[in-house]
């Protein structure tokens, strides 16, 4: 077996463009509005990557069947992240450049969404995503006011947390973070609220994950006595710290959040250990119409509860707020013009509405104020959504959800 | 003072996972002469055979005993398919197709069981106290079941005749085939143990923190660092050094920070390797 | 000329700068180096803060070069003695430690946050003309690589870092140091590494620790093992193999739905594994045929 | 040349395997050294060529102290080993092998290479000739371009005493050079060897062919464990009753 290396380049590309031609050959038909879902299918966010591409697809079969926004058809080019910055800027390269996508949506993770966002801002064309890191609100990354951020940062929940410790009343907390910009965010977020209302944060650690023990951070803040520990960390890491924790025989409180103390967490540790752990969430809009539309798109499509992947509703949310701006800038509006719309069609002040098509319908009246299956979606000067919290409490193995918390 | 002992009887329980870690490889690299990257993957083997064990059977026990019958068949495996095709050529070739071998490994466990954390549901008990030190039983086990393990294997090694074969081998392979040593049933064995070994630590890892396709190959660099503090081929070695090693992290990252913690065996590895290449317990080693 | 296969055709020079500097340490000299990533991030890492902090491109990509290099020289002078496998380990922890340095020092590297908005090299022009500079730019550095890899190969130092491939121990005995020549190859090829991660840099414009992991390390050791060790054809073919991979399993959803999303991370790295341990057994020269046939 | 090798020792943890060995190797001598397997001899080989670190003793070439040199310097200084297995640079043509052997190239420093090419090829030239005749010597003309890993065990035997030709060698070690080779080629080397001797090369050679080796060499050293037991020209050596009994299962000729 022997290949020259024109052979070898020659078979290369060859495989390259059979894998486009399949979608070259879809109908790019000029009137349509093209739109990149760049999902992470693969790698870390697997689990929540192939929801999102489908709930952007259904989506926009919802705002196609009610006729396209601002007179044109959505078209949908799915590509992978793999979770992986060099990944993720190979396929939004490619949607851009290729594909000729008009909007990016459902970037997941910080470091993909940092990396996709210079070509977006580059190409002029709004880049909708769902990462924590407060970096993507500020310049360098969203000079051009093109990123839309459906995932409270991680800053706010830092923020959250220290307004939910200031209600319990507790005062001497002590922080723990998960090495990374999300876990990180948070504890900062929460030490900067905390010290802004004149408290002091007794302790805190930076820690590495995969250790085979979290004993010696755990000492560092345990011999500072705190009376609570914020933390900002995942499934795995918490799993481990709490399990040495209660294994010291220490009675400390926890204010954890809702992706790291939830009922996968209960069941790995069990009731005793959990007992008291505050749990806190950004309130997702289950209740709403649009939750509901949602929710049966992906049971449709999943075949499973929408409740389970939050990030889902975010994309479907994408496409219906992105739809609705589009209609509102009216016909043949450029990736400007609609993205000027934006707070137009999602903030208050308008008529209340939980779908395109009511939308659609509404915007010929006035204003409107679209309220999402995943927030009820107001965006602040940044292109944050600014949801409220919630502070759950978990009792006998149950996380119940106590009182709100309005930032 | 307290703290500090209770860091110290921390560290050296997990110092005793990493030198049950570092004996598989030390094990390996004395009779199968490479340095076998396929190791912490083996301990993660380990841990999910023991888990789908313990649910199958509903005993931690005989759980257990699957995940060890897990690592030692896939180290067997790993050696009939693998790395005796590759005896008599360089040890890189071995040590680069157990890297193979190792992601191989984990991508099986990740297609099969998916990337979501797994845990063993062991009871969680609070501490008791001596003379003001807290003591946690699960880590009295943990560091138990280590030393068992360690002595189930020194048995092995020097009372059995196989193990005596098996050391044989280790000190001289020449002399032992020519001495008419049939280096099969040694090889055999050798990868059973180091097999079985590995998953030991791979289910101990599991049931002090959580079990991921990932957890393993974080062990390998301390894992490395002990076979090479012991001296490379030394079984007591590993486990003394890998007992350093737990201790050193647990007692140096309050001051050199937490991030580092990973970069404390490589320092150790390091300065071991500049001091006395030979490790603490070395013997004649072709050292150049 | 595709925006899209221009794309793919700057990463994989990038890829090849790594690929040739890996063949020169592993494939003449036999130096077993897994913490080829570590010098790529010390490139990446050095071109990226200086060039945000206003220093002019070429000086930072230089500089980048020359870094690499640097953080090369300790860890040979710690190493390059020892043992094949020692020195095996040794560069892995290195390339962990590095990463751990570029996570934990955030007043230099921006720690897990990472270096966001890091600018182009190419800045005028219309999108495709920069990325036509970005690629012509990459392949000249390429192309430089390979007519030095072909210099020294056929040089008299080409031949002794050969001979220390084949036989350490004679090289001695015949009077030279082989420590002084893998040094200097290991400085080489740390020197391509760092110079493949600020292209790696501009290009992408944003890294982060994440982005340099051994998993890295290990494709470039794929794309040499199955290319053909010490070829420069083989270097050159395995870059290409592994390009078609990593970008073919993006196709491959379309060719086959069964395969599970969410397993395809698992697929990936289980392919990368099995093509290790086959072609180490099986075909060891890899698809290019051995050095042996120059 | 004068080769002193004094009190050469070395144990490992508490085992002696070489045992205060000394040897003298005056002008253009041939010295040969037996002794059962085990006896200590490639020990001592890699001892004297600083391949292992003697614990006590030195080697004195010339009146110059080489116990504290590395084993490439000590090559350097004249002083050059072959190896018991041949080690000769496998995918490397015989050509090749002899070319990397010359000393001082600077083609080897890597600015040189690149920036000097005309010295650099110059210098290759003149090593190229002078390869020539080594291969024309050694009569290896025939596989000159093959690799050196395909030759049979005669030829990488004469490909090792080539390489150390190449260095401009003034005494050789050779270990066991007759080992796995065919019995005309034996005598083929043994009268290169004689030739090398007439041209003011030492050899000091380990060899358990005792025939070959008493044709050559004029003077025998007798290793057992880790010792010298006896010395002497090669019929009073093996006439000695003590090396005799020290052979008894080793296989005396």
Same mark, same amino acid.
């Given at each position: ?42 790698? @870390? ?12 697809? !259904? ?17 949908? &080019? ?57 970096? *993507? ?36 907390? @002590? ?22 209302? $004149? ?60 992706? @790291? ?73 450029? /990736? ?15 008529? +209340? ?46 996380? +119940? ?7 | ?58 005993? *931690? ?5 699957? #995940? ?35 992601? &191989? ?86 990868? @059973? ?36 503090? #012991? ?5 007591? $070695? ?51 | ?5 221009? !794309? ?11 690929? %040739? $500097? ?59 003695? *020892? ?10 922890? &290195? ?84 420590? $002084? ?7 080489? #090829? ?51 193999? %592994?390009? &078609? ?40 020269? #890899? ?8 | ?98 070319? /990397? ?153």
């Amino acid at each position: 077996m022997k290949l020259t290396r024109r052979q070898t380049l020659a078979s290369l590309g060859l495989a390259a463009g059979a894998g486009l031609l399949p979608r070259l050959a879809l109908s790019q038909d000029a009137g349509a509005f093209r739109i990149g879902a760049l999902n992470p299918v693969t790698g @870390a966010g697997g689990p929540y990557g192939t929801g999102m591409q489908k709930m952007i697809l !259904a989506a926009a079969e919802a705002v196609n069947a009610a006729g396209g926004a601002g007179g044109r058809m959505l078209e949908i &080019f799915a590509e992978d992240t793999q979770t992986q910055p060099q990944a993720a800027v190979l396929a939004a390269k490619k949607l851009i450049d290729v594909n000729k996508v008009q909007a990016i949506l459902g970037t997941w993770s910080s470091g993909v969404s940092l990396a996709v966002i210079p070509l977006t801002n580059e190409a002029g064309i709004p880049l909708f995503h769902c990462s924590g890191a407060p970096a *993507l609100s500020v310049p360098p990354a969203n000079e051009k006011k093109l990123g839309y951020r459906f995932q409270a940062t991680n800053d706010r929940f830092g923020r959250a947390f220290a307004e939910i410790a200031k209600k319990e009343g507790f005062k001497r907390p @002590a922080t723990m973070a998960f090495n990374n910009a999300s876990g990180i965010g948070n504890t900062e977020g929460f030490t900067r609220a905390w010290t802004a209302m $004149g408290g002091e944060v007794v302790a805190s650690v930076v820690y590495e994950p995969a250790q085979p023990s979290y004993r010696a951070e755990l000492q560092k803040i345990l011999d500072a006595k705190p009376d609570v520990i914020v933390t900002g960390s995942y499934l795995a890491d918490t799993t481990i710290i709490l399990r040495e924790w209660y294994q010291t025989g220490e009675e400390t409180k926890w204010i954890i959040p809702a992706w @790291a103390a939830n009922p996968e967490l209960v069941k790995a540790l069990g009731p005793a250990v959990v007992e008291g752990i505050i749990s806190v969430d950004s309130i997702s809009n289950e209740g709403s119409p649009a939750f509901a539309a949602y929710d049966a798109a992906y049971q449709k499509a999943i075949g499973k509860s929408g409740l389970g992947n939050v990030y889902a509703a975010m994309a479907w949310d994408m496409v219906t707020v992105l739809a609705l701006a589009m209609e509102a800038a009216g016909p043949g509006a450029d /990736a400007s013009a609609i993205n000027a719309k934006m707070r137009d069609v999602a903030n208050p002040d308008g008529t +209340k509405v939980s779908s395109f098509a009511e939308g659609k319908a509404a915007l010929k009246n006035g204003k409107i104020n679209y309220e999402g299956a995943s927030s009820i979606l107001d965006f602040d000067e940044f292109g944050d959504v600014t949801p409220d919290f919630a502070a759950s409490f978990i009792r006998n193995g149950e996380i +119940k959800r106590e009182y709100q918390v309005k930032l | 003072m307290t703290s500090f002992v209770e860091l110290l009887l921390s560290g050296i329980t997990s110092g005793l996972i990493i030198g049950l870690a570092g004996l598989s490889v030390t094990l390996v690299f004395g009779i199968a002469r490479f340095s076998n990257a396929a190791t912490g993957d083996t301990m993660t083997l380990g841990a999910y055979g023991a888990l789908m064990g313990t649910s199958l059977t509903g005993s *931690l026990l005989a759980g257990g005993l699957i #995940g060890l019958a897990a690592g030692a068949l896939s180290a067997i495996l790993a050696y009939v398919l693998v790395f005796r095709p590759l005896q008599n050529r360089s040890p890189i070739s071995s040590l680069l197709a157990s890297i193979g071998v190792a992601f &191989f490994i984990r991508a099986v466990l990740g297609v099969v069981f998916g990337h979501d954390q797994m845990v063993f549901q062991m009871d969680l008990v609070r501490p008791f106290r001596l003379h003001g030190v807290r003591i946690q039983p699960n880590d009295l086990k943990f560091a138990g079941v280590a030393i068992l393990t360690l002595a189930l294997v020194f048995v092995v090694l020097h009372l059995t005749p196989i193990g005596r074969r098996m050391r044989a081998v280790a000190d001289n392979p020449l002399l032992a085939r020519v001495s008419g040593i049939a280096p099969r049933p040694v090889m055999f064995t050798l990868w @059973a143990i180091a097999g079985a070994v590995a998953a030991v630590a791979g289910i101990l890892l599991g049931m002090k923190t959580v079990v991921s396709p990932e957890s393993g190959w974080d062990m390998l660099l301390p894992a490395f660092a002990a076979a090479v503090l #012991g001296g490379i081929g030394h079984p007591v $070695g590993a486990v003394l050094a890998g007992v350093i090693i737990g201790v050193a992290q647990e007692l140096a990252t309050p001051f050199v920070g937490f991030t580092y913690k990973i970069a404390i065996s490589f320092l150790v590895l390091l300065l071991v390797l500049l001091v006395r290449p030979r490790g603490l317990f070395g013997k004649i080693e072709g050292v150049r | 000329m595709d925006a899209y296969l221009i !794309a793919i055709g700057t990463i994989a020079g990038i890829y090849l700068l790594l690929a %040739l $500097g890996l063949n020169l340490q592993f494939g003449l000299t036999g130096l077993i180096n897994f913490g080829h990533v570590g010098f790529f991030c010390v490139g990446a890492y050095t071109s990226a803060i200086l060039s945000t902090k206003g220093v002019p491109i070429p000086l930072s990509l230089a500089a980048a070069a020359v870094l690499a290099m640097l953080a090369a020289w300790p860890l040979g002078i710690i190493s390059i003695r *020892l043992r094949e496998d020692y020195f095996a380990i040794v560069t892995l922890g &290195f390339s962990e430690v590095v990463r751990l340095i570029v996570t934990s020092e955030g007043w230099l590297t921006n720690g897990v946050q990472g270096i966001a908005g890091i600018p182009r090299i190419f800045r005028d022009g219309a999108g495709e003309a920069q990325a036509v500079l970005m690629l012509g730019l990459t392949l000249a550095f390429c192309f430089i690589a390979i007519l030095a890899m072909m210099r020294i190969v056929r040089s008299p130092f080409g031949r002794m870092i050969e001979a220390i491939r084949d036989n350490e121990e004679a090289v001695r005995s015949l009077g030279k140091e082989p420590a $002084g020549f893998k040094m200097q190859v290991l400085l080489l #090829g740390s020197m391509l590494a760092g110079l493949s991660g600020a292209l790696y840099a501009h290009y992408i414009g944003y890294i982060s620790p994440d982005q340099f992991i051994p998993f890295v390390t290990f494709q470039v050791w794929m794309a040499i093992i199955m290319g053909g060790v010490g070829r420069i054809s083989g270097t050159i073919a395995g870059v290409l193999i %592994l390009m &078609f991979f990593l970008e073919g399993s993006r196709f491959l959803r379309d060719f086959a739905p069964f395969i599970p999303e969410v397993s395809m991370a698992s697929i990936r790295l289980g392919v990368i594994g099995l093509a290790l341990i086959l072609f180490t057994i099986y075909r060891p020269q #890899g698809l290019m045929g051995d050095f042996t046939k120059r | 040349m004068i080769l002193n090798i004094n009190d050469m020792s070395k144990a490992y943890s508490g085992l002696v395997v070489v045992d205060k060995v000394s040897i003298r190797l005056h002008d253009c001598e041939m010295i040969g050294v037996i002794g059962p397997n085990g006896a200590g001899k490639s020990t001592l080989f890699s001892l004297v060529t600083g391949f292992l670190e003697a614990n006590d003793g030195d080697v004195v070439l010339d009146g110059r102290s080489l116990g504290r040199h590395s084993a490439a310097e000590r090559a350097r200084h004249g002083m050059v080993r072959t190896f018991q297995v041949p080690r000769e640079f496998a995918n490397m043509t015989v050509r090749e092998n002899l070319m /990397a052997a010359a000393p001082r190239q600077s083609g080897e420093n890597l600015i040189s290479a690149f920036f000097r090419p005309r010295l650099v090829a110059a210098q290759e030239k003149e090593i190229g000739s002078r390869v020539d005749e080594t291969i024309a010597f050694l009569k290896l003309e025939r596989v000159a371009d093959s690799l050196a890993g395909r030759l049979s065990g005669g030829q990488k035997k004469l490909l090792e005493l080539g390489r150390a030709l190449m260095t401009g060698a003034r005494v050789i070690l050779l270990d066991e050079p007759f080992a796995g080779v065919n019995p005309v080629l034996i005598e083929e080397l043994s009268s290169k060897i004689r030739a090398l001797n007439a041209r003011g090369i030492g050899f000091l050679i380990i060899e358990h062919d005792l025939g070959a080796l008493s044709r050559l060499v004029s003077k025998l050293y007798v290793m057992d464990r880790g010792r010298l037991i006896a010395s002497g020209t090669p019929q009073e050596v093996l006439a000695d009753p003590l090396v005799r009994e020290a052979y008894i299962g080793g296989g005396l000729a």
